[in-house]
């Protein structure tokens, strides 16, 4: 999986790095996410646990033809999106 991630043109370095997050947390979650769906003008999103334990939520483009990954953000799931997220996996184990 090539992975490219969108700059931010006022710093020049990943837009990731504004949220706090690394490119190598964004490698953990894409590499074994634990939710991925279909999001607004051809996205997706995943969610994901990093190795080092942090929740976040990764909002990419797939290129089909070639399946290299554009990152357009990421950032840690926080509030009420991860008590969300941790009930539909109590749902899910559950079953």
């Given at each position: 999986m090539n992975l490219r991630f969108y700059e931010n043109p006022e710093t020049g370095l990943s837009h990731i790095h504004d949220h706090g997050v690394q490119?190598?947390?964004v490698?953990?979650?894409?590499?074994?996410?634990?939710?991925d769906w279909p999001?607004?003008?051809?996205?997706?999103?995943?969610?994901g646990q990093t190795q080092g334990g942090r929740y976040i939520k990764v909002v990419y483009r797939?290129?089909?033809?070639?399946?290299?990954i554009t990152?357009?953000?990421?950032?840690?799931?926080?509030?009420?999106?991860l008590a969300a997220f941790r009930r539909r996996q109590r749902r899910k184990r559950g079953r």
């Open positions: 490119e190598y947390e490698e953990d979650v894409l590499a074994d996410c634990i939710e999001s607004r003008r051809g996205a997706r999103e995943a969610i797939l290129d089909g033809e070639t399946g290299d990152v357009i953000t990421a950032y840690d799931l926080r509030g009420s999106a």
